[in-house]
């Protein structure tokens, strides 16, 4: 397994870099290239040139502010997780960190070409949605935001330009007071994600549910966020009852893809159990400042990149419209 | 005094391994790792298709693409033979089975993706890939099959029109009329029809191969991995390159795993010998995992129906099979032979007195199956343990009662079998009891009732097992006493990774009064090595072992009688000791350097061994699994598993422990995880590691392992092999536990393996 | 361009120089253009790990990258996990535990242990297991490598120690 022949080129700057992608027809940008180089090693991917972003010093910058945490496009997956002030100000990263691949693969894989990547299962994309995060991104007519609503396309594909390249994804802050969970299914622990689901709570004075964000990943052909049982939470006091209703909500409003490891009811049926179990959700008080050494809950891990053509849901068993606008409405009914 | 302290070697010592130095040091060779000066690179170009007639076209261009030295087609070597199938055993009509040809490129037809189709010789291992894929093949598609159960079917595409159907061949055991008579009678049949599904071996360390030529000598020399390079030897000389045997040498250095696998001749071990002849030039194949996924022979791959006939209180009468195993494309080397070992095996350590089988080997296009760790004894305990589990359910007695009821009991020892296969020793009920205390089989129910209250289903499952090792043969030792002192054996079988140089030194070492790391085994080359059957059916240390210890013994004689001359005494009151040998209770000694350096005529000292056995050896066992359901995903987790094995003796304790684990994990693996899927085009959707799921560390138990040996009476040291049982044992253990939760949950009496997360929901949800 | 790339690195502590196609992968880089061949390779897509190493003391797979991009870097291999003649308690705790059968996973695992016990020497058996599931091994059943890797913790957290030479 050798990769077909191309040129490399590692500028140092953005500006370069955007010339350079603009300067190769054809080229991809590399980062941690942990999905890339097995597609690469098989020759499913042969591009013509790598835009390696490496060397870029503005892109290893991974910043934690009152709003939210950025996550620089040269930032390891490891070094998010390990980060005890991402821990406290967006406690989901690290939990979801948890459950991509293996440490050996988050040590060089990046959030930011995870996100790029934009595996339907990967959990990165299922977090940005969750908390509607966003992305920046450059190209050769400046620098654009991109909502992660409008970010993932459908499996492998966003809505960033050939030309351009992605810099930076912003992940909100877990609201104060807030509370979360992240569940997910795999074959074995560390595979892809059969079904995950993540789910913020955030709760009024009296106890009732004022916002609740729920988004689910390997269902669909893309991450989706899940309207109809957000809705089934709103207003509630999140007992037994109503985390049943949406819990039962959510399972319907999935239509899960079959393949050689699950059929689509079984699959639909780990899907809802993801999305039962997040009751009640973690209390939100900042992790114990011994706690930054480690991942909070005990790790799982999965097999890392995912070439083209095997086991991962495409566009085309994906069971639902790739334009997002259209799925609210179907979650919802 | 306190307890006995074990000795430092010899036979029962947990001697750690000569060979983890290197190993651990990063100080290995492997194939890959050697790389003769001016070596050209070699890729094999495959067919993607699982059943076409193809054309190649662009060779011409593709000759003359910078780099590239080298382009064969089929056309390009017809000189060379084909690979040969070595099963030319009796059929069921009286004929000699025969093998369709099986070229080393294909010749105008492929019949399994991965069949290869071109080779190509360049500079660099990337260039020789670039340039194949340069190479364009026009595929003509004919229909496929790759259903095992339906390679039968009247409509089924023929894979070998000559052949008729895809029969490749049927054989018989046992006596079919008296079977019917019996369970015509019996007061109950049990029937459990299932599935082996096929796997793959998934050594780390993939298969290479590195071809040499001399022309002034007329000799090739051949460096790859194998379980044995002398039968490799003698096929490519025979049936491929038909030269004389002592043309080529066979080079094994270390071998990164072989599980029966790396047995065989492969394509490309005649090609790089070829290539290295026409080209004059050291020519080097390295194998992807892709490779092999699709090239190198599969494991198991049976549907089986099997069925026994009980009388009123639980006792089997007969046993009657129909076994139908997937040949794959071809018949590979010993692929026919691998049922049969289901067969010998069936009764497993029951007293069974009728039996029936009719094995049926069929063709579908699909890579060939031939042995994979246990080749035909998993099948055959898979098969007779599931179908004890169902009976003992069936009949109310349990799964521990209805075996203790059909054992064979140890006085009825040695005992033929009604297969023919003559156990010499064994005691079936002592390790049943000794495993169930040690799993605490008694306080089950409790742990049970815990789970329960958890929302999990808990199963425990047995498997009492019995499987066939060592067969009849010998595999000759020459041991030699070095100048410096330190000794040598010459031994020809073929360490795959589980430490034979230190099982056999640390007999010579304590014979010899050595330190382990004088004592040298060289192996794996056939010049230096006169003759070798390799490693394969745990042989290596049953028959290995029997003949290092008869070496050893004459050659300390000999030093002895040397040492006694020089020391003017009996040889009598010497003894070996610390490089030396002493007369006992002085400090008078001569050292064995010195004794060797003084030998008549330089003559070396040196002692040959040649244990001869006349059976097989039989170890057995009992494994207890116990598990866990997720009634909620269908995942299985293995919460508890003790074994208790009857290995007749052991060797190193260390050693056997790292046989057994190992060989559970790869049970484990097939019992819950792997299996390699062919789509209906014949595509092998499971190809990568990415979809084929291999066992991880955190999907593994912990195992609690004993012995409670009874020696064998056929081995010369009482040793009855252990490289397979642990693989045999384990699938039924492990499905018996899980059918016992979904039993207990939901009446479920039967789930194929690999019991997935999603296939046990799936069972859960229709029953 | 697609022709040989010269990049600078450390490897086991020593300063080394290569020219490789920007399409060679790291462990092929170590292999073939250092011949350093304890690195295996196993299955080129990132799964089984027996091509792990440490890069900038973090284990990585070494055939998910390209050589050029460990220009600069600092590499360290199973060659360079023994101090001369004394081996690493890792090393040492596989040998006596029987942590290896084929041996053809070992250097990938040894890597990864090292990385992961040098990131946290306090690992519990959980988080053990955790990371050795990182790797793929066919021969020994984990056990004894869980085994080793506990062992050889205690040894590391205990300080350094008079440790048994190879011999």
Known sequence: ?333 | MSAKKPAKYGIGAPVRRREDPALITGTGRYTDDITPDGTLHGFVLRSQMAHADITVEGIDEVRAMPGVKLVWTAADIADLGGLPCQANMELADGSRLTAPPHPVLADGRVRHVGDPIAFVVAETASAARDAAEALMIDYDPLDVVVDTAAALDPDAPVIWPEKGSNLAFEYHGGDAAETERVFAGAARVVELSLVNQRVVANYMETRGAIGEYDAATGRYTLTTGTQGGHSMRKILADDILKVDESLIRVVTPDVGGGFGTKNFVYSEHPLVLHAAKTLGAPVKWTGDRGDHFVIDSHGRDNVTTGRIALDAEGRILALQVDLVAAMGAYLHQFGPFIPEGALMMATGLYDIPVWFMKVRGVFTNTTPTDAYRGAGRPEAAYLIERLIDLAGRETGLGQVEIRRRNFIPPQKMPYTTVTGQYYDSGEFDAHLALALEQADFDGFAARRAKSRAKGRLRGIGLATYVEICAFPGSEEANVVLNDDGSATLYIGTQSNGQGHATAYGQLIAKYLGLDLDKVETVQGDTDRVRTGEGTGGSRSIPLGLASVDIASKVLVEQIRQLAAERLETSAADLELVDGTVRIVGTDRSVSLAELAASTPGKAKLKAHGNFQQDGATYPNGTHVCEVEIDPETGATTIVGYTVVDDFGVTVNPLLLEGQVHGGIAQSIGQALHEAAIYDESGQLVTASFLDYAMPRADDMPSIRFETRNVPSITNMLGIKGAGEAGTIGATPAVMNAVVDALDAARGIRHIDMPATPSRVWHALNAA | MSDKIKITLTVNGTAMTAEVEPRRSLADMLRDDLRLTGTHLGCEHGVCGACTVLVDGKPVRSCLMFGVQANGASVRTVEGLADGDRLHPLQQAFWENHGLQCGFCTPGFLMLAAGALEENPDMTDEEIRDVLSSNLCRCTGYQNIVKAVRLAAEVMKAGPAPQATRS
Request: hydrophobic content about 45%.
């Open chain 1, 1 to 333: 397994m050798k990769p077909a022949l191309f040129d490399h080129v590692a500028p140092a700057s953005i500006a370069d870099a955007v010339a350079a992608l603009a300067g190769h027809p054809g080229a991809m940008v590399i980062a941690g290239g942990q999905s890339l180089l097995p597609a690469m090693n098989f020759r499913l991917a042969t591009p013509p040139a790598l835009i390696d972003i490496s060397r870029i010093a503005e892109l290893k910058t991974l910043t934690v502010t009152d709003r939210a945490v950025v996550v620089g496009a040269m930032v390891r997956h490891r070094t998010v997780e390990l980060d005890p002030a991402v821990a406290r100000a967006q406690p989901l990263l690290a939990a979801a960190l948890a459950h991509v691949a293996h440490v050996p693969i988050r040590n060089r894989g990046t959030v930011v070409g995870s996100l790029c990547h934009a595996d339907a299962s990967a959990e990165m994309p299922l977090l940005l949605l969750l908390t509607d995060g966003h992305m920046v991104v450059a190209g050769p007519t400046g620098r654009r935001t991109i909502a992660a609503a409008d970010f993932f396309r459908f499996h492998l594909t966003t809505s960033r330009a050939a030309d351009e390249i992605a810099l930076e994804a912003h992940f909100p802050v877990l609201p104060a007071g807030a509370g979360w969970a992240f569940e997910e299914v795999a074959r074995r622990s560390g595979d892809f994600a059969l079904a995950s689901v993540g789910v913020i709570v955030e709760r009024a004075a009296d106890g009732t549910a004022r916002k609740v964000a729920i988004a689910a990943g390997g269902i669909a052909s893309r991450p989706i966020r899940l309207t109809e049982a957000e809705n089934a939470l709103l207003g509630t006091t999140l007992n037994d009852e109503t985390v049943e209703l949406a819990a039962q909500a959510a399972a319907a409003a999935v239509t899960a893809p079959g393949d050689i490891h699950a059929s689509a009811p079984c699959a639909a049926s780990w899907w809802r159990r993801s999305s039962a179990r997040p009751s009640p959700p973690h209390a939100t008080a900042p992790p114990p400042p011994d706690r930054d050494r480690r991942r909070p809950p005990p790790a799982r891990t999965a097999p890392p990149p995912q070439p083209p053509g095997s086991d991962r849901p495409t566009e085309e068993d994906g069971p639902d419209d790739p334009d997002p606008k259209e799925d609210g409405p179907r979650n919802i009914r």
